[in-house]
């Protein structure tokens, strides 16, 4: 069955703490992105990653880190640097090359700083 | 800054009506078009998309219209359904980079 995976569904997190969402992906796609969905806000680029062991920042990667050691993972770090962390969290993937342009998105996480 | 811009913010259309949402962009450098509907508590999921070589894009009862020269696309969704009652994206991809820009979302309620 092929697709994203992300875990954990819901997230609890004290002031202060980081945590760690898992994305998952067997789609054999190039790229990984994470993005942070706030209401009226639509989906805004934290960072990705086309290809293994590289990954750039996107518009608010400020309180984030990433990393991708293997093709098929891409787990982002929500550090206690990030103000404002509570938001729903969504990983997408996608091959690069272009002729083949569809991104498809994981269930997401929503995250709670409690 | 927005790089697409996506109106209405909601919209409320009765059962049988056409819904019809419309983006705008400023960057020649996309070259790729989707729309996303999403669920409540769910991930998006590409609903249509259109390249700018094309000015219409039709698949069963959604449409994309799309203006290059005046840079802007549009969805409609024709004999809308309860079923349709989510929230669109509209999003353009950037021809380097494969980086994808969201407009900020259409709640569409369809009301039987």
């Known amino acids: 069955d092929g697709g994203i995976t992300q875990s954990p569904k819901y997230l609890f997190r004290k002031e202060g703490q980081n945590v760690t969402l898992s994305c998952e992906q067997n789609?054999?796609?190039?790229?990984m992105y994470w993005y942070r969905q706030d209401p009226g806000q639509g989906l805004r680029l934290i960072y990705y990653s086309q290809i293994v062991n590289d990954f750039q920042k996107g518009d608010i990667a400020e309180g984030y880190s990433v990393s991708r050691e293997k093709k098929e993972s891409f787990p982002l770090t929500v550090t206690s640097a990030q103000k404002n962390p509570t938001a729903f969290y969504l990983c997408a993937s996608s091959f690069r090359d272009t002729t083949y342009n569809e991104q498809f998105f994981g269930p997401g996480t929503r995250l709670t700083v409690l | 800054q927005q790089q697409v811009k996506q109106s209405p913010q909601s919209l409320i259309v009765q059962k049988g009506g056409i819904s019809i949402i419309n983006c705008a962009y400023e960057n020649t450098a996309f070259d790729y078009f989707p729309w996303y509907q999403q669920f409540p508590g769910k991930g998006p999921a590409l609903l249509i998309a259109?390249?700018?070589?094309?000015s219409e894009k039709k698949e069963g009862r959604f449409t994309i219209s799309f203006n290059k020269s005046a840079k802007q696309f549009s969805l409609h969704i024709m004999d809308s359904q309860p079923g349709d009652s989510a929230t669109y994206f509209c999003?353009?991809?950037?021809?380097?980079?494969?980086?994808?820009?969201f407009g900020t979302g259409t709640s569409l309620t369809v009301i039987p």
């Open positions: 789609l054999n796609h190039d790229a």
């Open positions: 999003a353009a991809r950037r021809d380097t980079g494969n980086q994808f820009y």
């Open positions: 259109i390249r700018p070589d094309v």
